[in-house]
């Protein structure tokens, strides 16, 4: 594995990427030597609160927008979950009746209450793997974590907010929730020199899960990461539990999948990074996948514009339903959830068409469960 990780950092990555492609204007100068990992030394009579440190939890739009529902809310006689229906080429199907919908809980159908059509502000925070690991100075990491950050960042509208956090040994907020796009560019802007090599996604992920879990609106996660934990105190399973509780959506960007493959077309990968690689994609697509968002792993730079394209369209448009579940039990317990297309009549699965009547593939995208609450709560 350090041989695998020394040449991701090597010349060859340069000549397989060249790094002398201009960046945006607006991407870090290469003359600073800031570090996001080593915070400025305080006062030591100040009181340090690092630890403490806080994403706003709560945000009032501007006047004029419309004010939208939690993503995920669950209470004791009522569920509402936002669906996205997403065409092969990520682009939001509008249109489909409530009667098309069906949603199961633990297996068992539910009786739809309430149905519409919402389209409101986003709420990202953009969590970053920022570590010598993979992201050192002009390295091809460096270069594409930088990449997919800025180039999402371009993508928000005004009244959409975003933060940003990096990790390496423990993540660091360079910014918080804003729609004030320059204090964003300030923040990316510290991207420069990573301070450790340790890259600690289990605990960095739940940290910000935990933060956002009670932001108001609708919300999600862009993480951009290679995936590969190191010294997270979190075990994958403890982290996955947790998640699954916060319910903030998870929308993973796989780093380095072009030089990963060039690496074991050549060989020189070896067989024990190659699994650990492997590991790392399942758990990025495992945590998209059960908090209802989804997982890239492009392996051109030509394929971000139609990721960052499918993550607007996903969290922008959505179908909100809303159920009173058969199970009324307050144990504290997490109900896996299905939300299916079908064909009232026959109970199919149903069939998209476009105008010329061509079938069209297309993929639900909703939270894979909830915990319901307790008798205490």
């Given amino acids: 594995m350090n041989t695998a990780r020394s040449l991701l950092l090597s010349g060859v990555v340069l000549l397989f990427f060249p790094a002398s492609q201009a960046l945006a204007q607006d991407e870090p100068s290469p003359q600073s030597s800031e570090t996001v990992a080593k915070p400025k030394k305080k006062d030591a009579s100040a009181p340090d ?4 440190q806080p994403i706003p939890s709560k945000f009032t739009h501007k006047e004029g927008q419309p004010q939208s529902e939690a993503t995920f809310k669950s209470e004791a006689t009522t569920v509402t979950v936002d669906v996205a229906v997403l065409d092969n080429k990520g682009h939001f199907i509008p249109g489909i009746p409530q009667s098309n919908f069906r949603i199961l809980e633990d297996g068992v159908p ?4 309430s149905f519409g059509l919402t389209d409101a502000p986003m709420t990202v925070c953009l969590l970053i793997e920022f570590s010598n690991l993979f992201q050192q100075f002009w390295s091809e990491g460096w270069y594409q974590t930088l990449v997919a950050a800025f180039g999402f960042v371009q993508t928000l509208k ?3 907010y975003v933060a ?29 020199i990573a301070g450790f090599s340790e ?9 910000t ?25 979190l075990t994958f399973d403890k982290a996955r539990k947790q998640i699954q509780s916060s319910g903030v959506p998870v929308y993973a960007i796989g780093l380095l999948q072009a030089m990963r493959e060039y ?19 399942n758990e990025m697509t495992t945590f998209a996948r059960e908090t209802g968002g989804q997982a890239f792993f492009p392996m051109f730079y030509g394929e971000f514009p139609s990721i960052f394209n499918s993550i607007n369209q996903a969290l922008r448009h959505q179908y909100t339903l809303g159920y009173h579940p058969t199970n009324q039990a307050r144990d504290g317990g997490y109900r896996k959830l299905k939300v299916e297309l079908v064909n009232p009549a026959t109970g199919e699965p149903l ?3 476009d105008q010329k009547n061509h079938p069209i593939k297309y993929q639900v995208i909703a939270k894979s469960g909830y915990k319901a609450p307790r008798e205490v709560e």
Avoid: H
């Avoid at 609160?49 to 403490?52: M, P, S």
């Avoid at 539910?110 to 209450?113: D, G, L, V, W």
């Fill in 110 to 113: 539910q009786q739809i209450s």
């Fill in 199 to 207: 890259s600690n996604l289990f605990d960095a992920l739940v940290d």
């Fill in 263 to 281: 690496l074991d077309a050549q060989n020189m990968l070896g067989s024990i990074a190659r699994l650990d690689f492997l590991q790392a994609d």
């Fill in 49 to 52: 609160d690092t630890q403490q």
């Fill in 158 to 160: 005004p009244e959409d």
């Fill in 351 to 353: 069939r998209v068409v």
């Fill in 164 to 192: 940003v956090i990096a990790y390496d040994l423990k993540p660091e907020i360079l910014s918080d929730f804003s729609t004030n796009r320059e204090k964003t560019q300030e923040a990316l802007n510290r991207l420069q």
């Fill in 209 to 233: 899960e935990t933060r956002m879990e009670n932001i108001e609106g609708r919300k999600a996660i862009v993480l951009i990461a290679s995936g590969i934990d190191t010294f997270s105190k």
